[in-house]
């Protein structure tokens, strides 16, 4: 199976910056599509951007032109540079990769989740 892990969470102030970092390893055959959700208190699980493994990037309203998402098909990661953070940021951050398995079936693996605190 594939396994996340989640580097790069903490505390910022507003205006600050944060970078998260998400490596697969395991048991990979291809990773495809990889993303970023978040979830706050009270609120659903949202996707904050995606990127597949042509470059393509898509990102939530709230979040573009302050947030980029990069990856490295080779060394089979996925990163989040957070700029200009603000207190509404503050959420427990998901890594989610699309693994593509020998059978060319798609399953979504998730990290545990890192927590992204933004104080005014």
């Known amino acids: 199976q594939v396994e996340l892990e989640e580097t790069g969470g903490g505390m910022a102030q507003a205006g600050g910056s944060l970078r998260l970092s998400c490596k697969a390893s395991?048991?990979?055959?291809?990773?495809?599509?990889m993303a970023w959700f978040r979830q706050a208190p009270g609120r659903q699980r949202e996707l904050v951007a995606s990127?597949?493994?042509?470059?393509?990037?898509i990102y939530e309203d709230s979040v573009r032109g302050r947030f980029t998402i990069s990856r490295s098909n080779f060394d089979q990661t996925v990163a989040l540079q957070m700029t200009n953070l603000n207190p509404e940021d503050t959420a427990v951050y998901y890594c989610?990769?699309?693994?593509?398995?020998?059978?060319?079936?798609?399953?979504?693996?998730w990290g545990r989740g890192t927590q992204v605190t933004v104080s005014s």
């Open positions: 989610m990769v699309k693994h593509i398995d020998l059978m060319s079936y798609v399953h979504d693996f």
């Open positions: 395991g048991a990979i055959h291809t990773i495809g599509d």
């Open positions: 990127i597949n493994r042509d470059e393509h990037a």
